[in-house]
């Protein structure tokens, strides 16, 4: 699957662009004593095997507070620890022959203003000799909810889901409602959003152009949130509830998400696998 992995891998990198073009545009537009953000970039290596990326990041700008927009094509020999967790999810052939192929986006997003919801959005593409997939989604992440924010966000999901399988939607909702769901606080880190891994439905052209779709549809459902909540008066307390919310953010990230450990057991740069972690955060 050369051609195809080259492919995935050259979409990755364009919507990785395109987003951190439309994320400086608004940061253009927005107010406040700080000047007007820009990412720093910075090109990654792995310490082991081959491959790497892109890490993009943004730091106190006048919308955005932290943001992160990665890119990266990895390849190598899984550890054994990766190795075990890919071969008890199933992938065929894993344990006779580890290696593997990744090429993804990877999007995090915390604002300045307590009003404007944090984010996180990726798309991936996984190939191992036995086996391909993809997987990804979006999830908002509020720490002070509006109902029509959800709705949108929500909405902007389902109709690019719609367009590909009305299944999928229900599908990968549900998903997303138990993969950000924190055990041990008893609840969700945000409103939810899409979510969905090892996608194979044996046509690689209708998998990748549903991926690509999800990936589309990141910038219509956020942008509108944020372009409105950016000027939105907050106070102390405002504040307080979000370095709050982000505690829940950090822990999750750590200790559940799939992406994370994969990126740490695999060698990828630890910056880069981190970014999504909140510039503050508080526990009370």
């Given at each position: ?90 992938v065929p052939g ?130 509108p949130l944020a372009?409105a909540r950016m ?54």
């Amino acid at each position: 699957m050369e051609q195809e992995r080259s492919t995935a891998a050259a979409w990755f990198r364009s919507l990785r662009d395109r987003i951190v073009a439309a994320f400086e545009e608004l940061e253009d537009r927005g107010q406040g004593p700080a000047s007007a953000g820009r990412f720093e970039v910075t090109p990654t290596l792995r310490d082991q095997d081959g491959g790497g990326g892109l890490m993009s990041v943004m730091r106190g700008g006048r919308v955005f507070e932290k943001v992160g927009v990665n890119w990266s094509e990895v390849h190598g020999t899984l550890a054994p620890r990766a190795q075990a967790a890919m071969a008890s999810r199933g992938v065929p052939g894993i344990d006779g022959d580890p290696r593997f192929w990744a090429s993804g986006i990877s999007l995090v997003a915390h604002m300045q203003n307590p009003h404007a919801p944090a984010v996180h959005m990726n798309t991936r593409m996984f190939w191992t000799p036995g086996a391909w997939w993809f997987g990804g989604g979006a999830d908002l992440n509020p720490c002070i909810e509006y109902a029509d924010d959800t709705a949108h966000f929500h909405a902007t999901l389902r109709a690019a889901c719609d367009a590909h399988d009305t299944t999928y939607y229900d599908r990968f909702k549900a998903w997303a409602d138990e993969y950000f769901f924190i055990p041990h606080r008893g609840r969700a880190r945000g409103v939810g959003g899409i979510f969905f891994d090892d996608l194979n439905t044996g046509s690689w052209q209708d998998d990748f152009a549903f991926t690509r779709a999800v990936g589309e549809a990141f910038m219509p459902a956020f942008l509108p949130l944020a372009e409105a909540r950016m000027t939105t008066p907050f106070t102390d307390a405002d504040r307080d509830t979000q370095l709050i919310h982000r505690g829940l953010y950090a822990e999750y990230n750590l200790v559940y998400d799939r992406g994370t450990k994969f990126g740490l057991e695999t060698g990828h740069n630890a910056d880069a696998v981190l970014m999504s972690l909140p510039p503050l955060a508080k526990w009370v």
